[in-house]
């Protein structure tokens, strides 16, 4: 459901405006966040953005449904049995071209057999794919308590390789 309600977002946000090769991500993902919320009250969806990003919509929807796999990923894993904690997300802008996307939460933990390159769930192969879609770096952090996935990836598409 998280994933439909990600990209009927952008649609409802093309509708708004009159430049619809552009939105701003930082706006787009706080509507996602909020979403959350309806989808899975249990979970506190703490969102922050430093400032407006500009980004393709094709880029942001991409950049959407990867956060949106991690935030589910963390609400289904980080608080087991149903205990309620909050799950952070913030973006940031780096430098002039690089966009940073954190997602946190305070839950249990990754276990010690965690590895991103080989989980197997459905959650982590979306992750993985998103990641070489969009040409972004995943960096994990274990934190006592939980765990943070960090997204880091050019403003700009790449553009695509042309065969030889």
Do not use: W
Request: charged share 20%; hydrophobic share 40%; net charge negative.
């Amino acid at each position: 459901m998280s994933r439909v309600t990600a990209v009927a977002r952008i649609h409802e946000r093309l509708y708004r405006t009159t430049n619809v090769g552009t939105v701003d991500l930082a706006a787009y993902l706080g509507d996602i966040c909020e979403d959350f919320v309806g989808l899975a009250p249990q979970y506190q969806v703490k969102y922050e953005a430093e400032r407006p990003i500009p980004i393709t919509t094709d880029r942001a929807v991409q950049v959407a449904l990867l956060v949106t796999e991690l935030v589910t990923n963390a609400a289904k894993h980080a608080y087991p049995e149903g205990e309620e904690g909050p799950i952070f997300v913030s973006l940031s802008h780096t430098d002039s071209d690089t966009i940073k996307i954190s997602i946190r939460d305070r839950g249990a933990g990754l276990p010690a057999t965690f590895d991103e390159a080989q989980g197997a769930g459905l959650g982590m192969r979306i992750v993985r794919a998103l990641i070489t879609q969009t040409g972004a770096k995943l960096s994990i952090h274990r934190h006592q308590p939980g765990a943070e996935f960090v997204i880091e990836f050019s403003s700009q598409p790449e553009a695509p390789a042309h065969p030889q």
